[in-house]
């Protein structure tokens, strides 16, 4: 292979595209589109977070500013938590308008996170979300298109292919430059576009940079350049094997729009029709039915908390819960708030299973379908896929376990068995307690699961390289 | 040669060209999915929704045993179910029945605290959107009306074709026009079979609304030809046109939502929701730590009707109790209401956007003519809060009596009932948009036509 002619004919495709005035056009659109998109979704991004915050705050300190309560009171008042976006849904926001952002922690029940954006659309966010995931993932592979179709039908259509060829250019060699030739206009339109984002994002940000958002960065324009990659390869391939660039072009469309527009929603749906998940009243009935047989701790006479009661007293040597050093209800309480939370985490976990199971066709289908792998790949890097929106409902879960358990241990030690109703403990006590603060997973551990969208992007790159390399022999120069 | 043969030889070329079958095919092949999924999501809400009242009669008949010596305690456990039923066109257009809960569950207590809880849904699911017919119709069909457009005229001219059509009796402009109409018919028949296939398979009910989702589809089409007509009409080339008219594509399907979306949710931010969480939490369990005179005193100003149940200070009791829940939704009500305005506000500023491009129009159309928008959904939850508040009069009596479960006439126990099915709409209004933008883009193109044959 002669490098120098691939560089010659790389140069001589990007040099023919900065002539034409449709490319300029082209760009100047991606630009202001991707800088409105930057600008009014981070401003979205403010907005939204900023109300979160506050009413984040307010619940601290409401909770704070309690007064003298019983502990299963303020167990009961409970917590409100909030999820704030992801730090780079910005850029790609991923589920994070169809999930839920405010959560009431209360004792004995699991509540669901309410309030989601797209509950609060009349329809119009299911159109896309404007931001710059979309407009690389959708619209930059159609510039590509555009601008590869006539790559080799062109030349062919001219008659300056057999020239090409004759001129000791190798097939390999000329789609190799064809591809590099599209990619550095590409890049060149985008690089200057992405450098202004990636300061306003900086700026945006008051210039704190960690570890975690550089390897985010980095993953992600690494992601991004593989998939123009191979949309160029698409390209110039598509244009080898049609006879005339109209039919190239056309070609390139139809791929675009079922590749683009009607197989993602038709994988999903897929999904969500083989794998149909227990609707939330079903859920709720499997949970109350495996808590019956565990027993029910407000039954006086259930069987499995009267043995708890003669073990305990057994263990305490004594005849009457009264005498024993601690209070009995909140210990009781307790129990139950562990075995139900058990039994929760259990079904919830295999819902949220189930929907992994659902998601999981769409992301074996990326293995047909490049925008479907850097879809998932882009979203798990931006850290607004699913798997962070478990995240936040197990960090929350956590914390609601926790806090009425603290609280239980303080209706068991701090609370008398007699006349326990009346009973309050200090206001100091709220203090010992720990704020929600949801911790956004790293991208190294957003990604451990989307190891199929890793794949499936190096797959593609893989398979862009062997098509260009081995393909040609195929192919009659017509 | 005459009109007719001219005709037929169109007819005839158009329909046996392979490309033209394979789209219509492909088509077809994404109505019959899409068909198949809006039956089979709607199908699975309809079998939940067929079980609830076993669920609901379990539920009562435990909770009665479990809970016979006290009646207050056991209203605290026992739930009401409430369903939004969907209407029969409701597999037509999905809409936002997927986002928004169709069976809420309301205990006595403070409802604005139980009311918006979310259905389980997987949001990557909500995320890639419903493959339903009105996705077909909105999204794909303009895409087969550009690819039987783009070359319409220009074809010709590539082909050479062009000087032997302009020696013909029959003048170019007609050639075109009637070319547009054949092509346009075609497409027309593809729909309205699709729209007539569907009424059938999904069951939807043969009324009104049938013409409506025809009348829709129809105004619609009819702008994507006038605006293919209009591109055509410079006499450009195939490969300009099919971009050009991609690019407006993208631009209605794609980058104007969402872009329209980004700004109404910035400009509108929705904050309300939280307000009213944390105020009816606060309203009510706040009662807790001030005297039970004072609760009472305002329960009273509404109900005065239980002034003369005696409620102690010193120990507790359940028509305090439920007083207090009661204050709970009392004390949010400002925000509950400043809540659904500012929904109804973005369903507004939605509505008036929508005028303006038709893809929106379109969808909001048909996810309102399938009863499964934000409005039909706000009904619901309307419906909602006048159940809590039968339910709650219903047993407020028996609570300050302190009966007995025992006396308790179930049998009166008021029901939920709501369905799309139920609601008028008029949806030739929103053709009335759709059909003046063709209407313009249709005279734009007549415009360009008449310099046609000066040439």
Redesign the interface.
């Known amino acids: 292979m002669n490098f120098s002619n691939i560089k010659r004919i790389a140069y001589q495709e990007s040099r023919n595209a900065f002539r034409t005035k449709v490319v300029y056009i082209s760009a100047i659109v991606l630009g202001i589109a991707l800088l409105s998109a930057l600008f009014i979704g981070w401003q979205n991004a403010k907005t939204l977070n900023a109300e979160r915050e506050k009413y984040q705050d307010l619940v601290r300190t409401n909770w704070l500013e309690q007064p003298d309560r019983h502990p299963h009171r303020s167990s009961h008042y409970g917590y409100l938590a909030f999820r704030p976006k992801s730090s780079l849904s910005f850029f790609d926001s991923g589920v994070d308008s169809f999930a839920g952002t405010s959560i009431f922690l209360e004792p004995h029940r699991q509540n669901t996170v309410n309030f989601s954006e797209a509950r609060h659309s009349n329809g119009l966010l299911r159109f896309g979300e404007l931001n710059l995931a979309l407009i690389l993932q959708i619209l930059v592979p159609l510039m590509i298109f555009f601008l590869g179709f006539a790559a080799i039908s062109g030349e062919r259509e001219s008659g300056i292919l057999a020239i090409i060829l004759s001129s000791g250019v190798s097939w390999r060699e000329l789609l190799i430059g064809k591809t590099f030739g599209i990619l550095s206009v590409i890049f060149a339109l985008l690089t200057p576009l992405l450098l202004i984002s990636i300061a306003l994002w900086l700026f945006l940000n008051d210039f704190k940079i960690t570890y975690d958002s550089i390897f985010r960065l980095a993953f992600l324009l690494i992601g991004y350049s593989i998939y123009f990659v191979v949309c160029a390869a698409i390209a110039v391939i598509i244009s080898s094997f049609t006879k005339t660039s109209r039919n190239s072009l056309i070609t390139l469309l139809v791929i675009w729009i079922m590749f683009w527009i009607a197989m993602p929603r038709a994988m999903q749906n897929l999904g969500a029709s083989v794998y149909p998940t227990a609707s939330k009243s079903q859920f709720e009935k499997i949970l109350e039915d495996d808590l019956a047989k565990e027993g029910d701790s407000h039954n006086a006479n259930d069987a499995k908390f009267a043995d708890l009661k003669r073990e305990t007293l057994a263990k305490y040597k004594v005849n009457d819960v009264k005498d024993l050093p601690f209070n009995y209800g909140g210990f009781v309480m307790s129990k139950a708030e562990e075995i139900s939370s058990l039994i929760f985490r259990k079904h919830y976990g295999e819902l949220l299973a189930k929907f992994r199971l659902q998601n999981r066709v769409t992301e074996i289908a990326s293995l047909l379908n490049p925008y479907l792998a850097i879809r998932h790949f882009s979203m798990a890097t931006a850290g607004s896929d699913f798997s962070a929106y478990e995240n936040f409902q197990w960090q929350a879960e956590d914390f609601r376990f926790n806090m009425v358990q603290k609280l239980n241990d303080l209706h068991a030690n701090e609370i008398k068995s007699q006349n326990d109703r009346t009973q309050k403990i200090s206001s100091e006590n709220w203090q010992e307690f720990p704020k929600f603060e949801y911790r956004e997973p790293t991208v190294f551990e957003s990604l451990q699961k989307q190891y199929l969208a890793i794949f499936s992007v190096i797959f593609w790159l893989l398979i862009a390289c062997l098509a260009v390399y081995f393909l040609p022999k195929k192919v009659t120069a017509g | 040669m005459n009109l007719s043969t001219f005709l037929k030889l169109e007819v005839k070329n158009f329909v046996s060209g392979k490309?033209v079958l394979v789209a219509v095919l492909c088509l077809l092949l994404?109505s019959c999915?899409a068909m198949f999924?809006g039956k089979?999501?709607i199908d699975?809400?309809q079998a939940?929704i067929a079980?609830?009242p076993k669920?609901q009669a379990e539920h009562f008949k435990k909770q009665l045993e479990?809970n016979k010596d006290e009646f207050g305690n056991m209203l605290y456990y026992l739930q009401h179910?409430t369903v939004h039923q969907p209407s029969s066109w409701a597999a037509f257009s999905i809409?936002?029945r997927d986002?928004?809960?169709y069976?809420i569950?309301v205990k006595m207590l403070t409802l604005e605290?139980q009311i918006?809880?979310?259905?389980?849904s997987?949001?990557?699911?909500?995320?890639?959107?419903?493959?339903d017919l009105a996705?077909v119709i909105v999204?794909?069909l303009p895409?087969l009306i550009i690819?039987f457009c783009h070359n319409l005229i220009s074809a010709d001219q590539?082909n050479g074709i062009w000087n032997l059509l302009s020696s013909q009796p029959v003048s170019i402009a007609k050639i075109i026009g009637w070319r547009l109409l054949i092509r346009f018919v075609i497409v027309l028949i593809l729909a309205f079979t699709v729209i007539t296939a569907s009424c059938f398979y999904l069951q939807s009910a043969f009324d009104i609304r049938f013409f409506y989702a025809l009348l829709i589809a129809f105004s619609y089409l009819t702008f994507w030809f006038a605006l293919s007509a209009f591109v055509i009409s410079f006499q450009k080339s195939?490969?300009f046109n099919?971009?050009s008219l991609?690019g407006i594509w993208?631009f209605l399907?794609?980058?104007a939502?969402?872009?329209?979306?980004?700004?109404?949710?910035?400009t509108l931010?929705?904050?309300e929701?939280?307000?009213v969480?944390?105020k009816q939490?606060?309203g009510y369990?706040n009662k807790?730590?001030k005297s039970k005179a004072e609760t009472m005193q305002k329960f009273y100003e509404i109900y005065p009707e239980y002034k003369s149940f005696p409620i102690p200070e010193d120990k507790?009791s359940w028509g305090w109790y439920y007083a207090m829940n009661f204050m709970g939704d009392l004390e949010a009500e400002n925000s509950t209401e400043k809540y659904i305005e500012k929904?109804n506000l973005?369903?507004l500023w939605?509505?008036r956007t929508a005028l303006f491009f038709p893809?929106?129009q379109a969808?909001?159309s048909f996810?309102n003519l399938s009863k499964n928008?934000?409005?039909n959904h706000l009904e619901y939850l309307k419906s909602v809060r006048t159940y809590h508040r039968r339910i709650r009069e219903f047993f407020y009596p028996e609570i300050f009596r302190n009966a007995k479960v025992e006396v308790v006439g179930w049998e009166n126990l008021p029901k939920h009932e709501f369905s799309g099915e139920n609601l008028a709409n008029n949806l030739s209004q929103s053709s009335y948009s759709l059909l003046f933008i063709a209407s313009v883009f249709g005279l734009l193109f007549w415009g360009n036509l008449k310099k046609f044959r000066m040439k």
């Open positions: 490309t994404a999915y999924y089979n999501t699975k809400q939940i079980e609830i669920f479990l179910n809409g936002q986002v928004n809960p069976n569950k605290g918006y809880d979310s259905e389980m997987n949001p990557t699911t909500l995320l890639y959107g419903n493959f996705f999204f794909l895409l690819a590539e195939s490969t099919a971009l991609l993208i399907a794609i980058l939502p969402a872009l329209l979306n980004l700004v109404i949710s910035t931010p929705v904050s929701s939280f307000e969480t944390v939490r606060e369990h807790w730590d507790f929904l973005r369903n939605t509505n893809t929106i969808q909001l996810n928008d934000l409005q």
